[in-house]
């Protein structure tokens, strides 16, 4: 089944990091690339960037550099995105989702919540 | 950055009736090589991740049903549900794949009249 399984939900204090996890399955993971894109509580869809599963090279939008790092295990078929830092406006909810260049979400993960609270 | 603007941003259909949801991008983002826009369409409900409608701008996904139509070229999209189910009430975006970065329109709630 092609499906992609999110880590579960974190809850985080300020200034702590956390690591969210998106596993492929169904699929060759290299063959596509992985965008991140954060929806916060209540809000729109932000697309965050995205890695080139093949080479591992990350592009990040604008607001999303510096604390954001996507990375990859391929031998696992897994996105990582990890959050240092955090603070209480990176509380939202993460997904991960495959771009085909076709399409750039027609696979999405079912998302992860990231909660920062003291 | 293109900036995707959607109108309206709530609407209000009866069952059996159209919806139409606008979509206007800041730049065209018709890729002239293949003469395709780089348009998607993706419909979300409550608690679940978006569910890609319509790519190229007006292709639609496997499984999609097809009173869901995308039209449009350039910087002026729609998105139509020509007989509104009760399973579609959601908040439907589309977003832009022209050029990173990848931007959403703000969304456009669609209820039930």
């Known amino acids: 089944q092609v499906q992609l399984v999110q880590s579960g939900s974190e809850l985080k204090k300020p200034g702590a990091s956390v690591k969210v996890s998106c596993k492929a399955s169904g699929y060759t993971f290299t063959r596509y690339a992985m965008n991140w894109v954060r929806q916060a509580p209540g809000q729109g869809l932000e697309w965050m960037g995205w890695?080139?599963?093949?080479?591992?090279?990350?592009t990040y939008a604008q607001g999303f550099t510096g604390r954001f790092v996507f990375s990859l295990d391929t031998s696992v078929s897994t996105a990582y995105l990890q959050i240092s830092s955090l603070k209480a406006d990176d509380t939202a909810v993460y997904y991960c989702?495959?771009?085909?260049?076709?399409?750039?979400?027609?696979?999405w993960g079912q998302g992860s919540l990231v909660t920062v609270s003291s | 950055d293109i900036v995707m603007t959607q109108s309206p941003d709530s609407l209000a259909v009866s069952l059996g009736e159209r919806a139409t949801i606008n979509c206007k991008s800041s730049?065209?983002?018709?890729?002239?090589?293949?003469?395709?826009?780089?348009l998607a369409w993706y419909q979300q409900k409550p608690g679940q991740p978006p569910k890609l409608l319509i790519y190229?701008?007006?292709t639609r996904e496997s499984g999609v049903p097809d009173r869901f139509t995308g039209s449009g070229s350039g910087t002026d999209f729609t998105l139509s549900i020509s007989s509104l189910q009760a399973e579609d009430v959601a908040v439907y975006y589309c977003?832009?794949?022209?050029?990173?970065?990848?931007?959403f329109g703000q969304g456009t709630n669609l209820e039930i009249k």
């Open positions: 977003q832009q794949y022209y050029t990173t970065p990848y931007t």
């Open positions: 890695i080139n599963t093949h080479t591992g090279n990350p």
């Open positions: 989702a495959r771009d085909t260049v076709i399409t750039p979400g027609d696979l």
């Open positions: 190229w701008a007006s």
């Open positions: 730049q065209s983002v018709l890729y002239s090589s293949n003469n395709k826009n780089y």
